[in-house]
């Protein structure tokens, strides 16, 4: 499915939503927005350019954006990109007891912050997870939401890669 970044500079804007909406969780109008960037020299352009736009919302809606990403570990629908990344790690095969404590950290979390715990999972571990959701508690609102808003950007390069790969 790998597009050349000709053949993505050059898409309607259509087109390039419908192949680039689900970079960022439930929000298509961020594709929809960087289309109007065009021409990109390459994937890091276009990934800047998406994640300018992040940067520069206003905060009501990058809560919206942040919102609409699931729990990690959770059995709850989400969309396709998180289910695979999710499995990739073995999210999606949690003991008992291993998903009891996704749950646990997942609303302690949500109860401290106001927005689910965020991590671009692609390459790590369950380990490495739970020791950043432990790290993380630690920090204030403020720097969880800008370390949220790092995650999704990670999370979209690597989407991203894999659409165009």
């Not at 053949?7 to 309607?12: A, L, R, V």
């Not at 990934?47 to 919102?67: G, K, N, S, W, Y």
Request: net charge neutral; glycine share 4%.
């Amino acid at each position: 499915m790998g597009y050349s970044i000709i053949e993505i500079n050059h898409m309607t804007q259509l087109a390039f939503v419908q192949v680039f909406g689900s970079v960022f969780e439930d929000t298509p109008s961020i594709a929809a927005q960087t289309w109007h960037h065009r021409p990109f020299l390459d994937l890091a352009s276009l990934h800047q350019a998406m994640v300018t736009l992040v940067e520069q919302m206003p905060e009501a809606d990058q809560l919206t954006l942040i919102r609409a990403h699931p729990d990690l570990g959770s059995r709850v629908q989400m969309a396709p990109a998180s289910v695979q990344e999710q499995t990739s790690v073995g999210l999606d095969r949690l003991s008992p007891a291993e998903y009891g404590r996704f749950q646990q950290l997942n609303a302690t979390y949500q109860t401290k912050f106001g927005f689910p715990f965020i991590m671009a999972v692609k390459g790590q571990t369950k380990a490495a997870i739970l020791i950043a959701f432990a790290k993380r508690l630690n920090h204030t609102t403020v720097r969880e939401k800008q370390q949220a808003i790092l995650e999704i950007g990670k999370i979209a390069r690597f989407r991203l890669e894999d659409l165009l790969n």
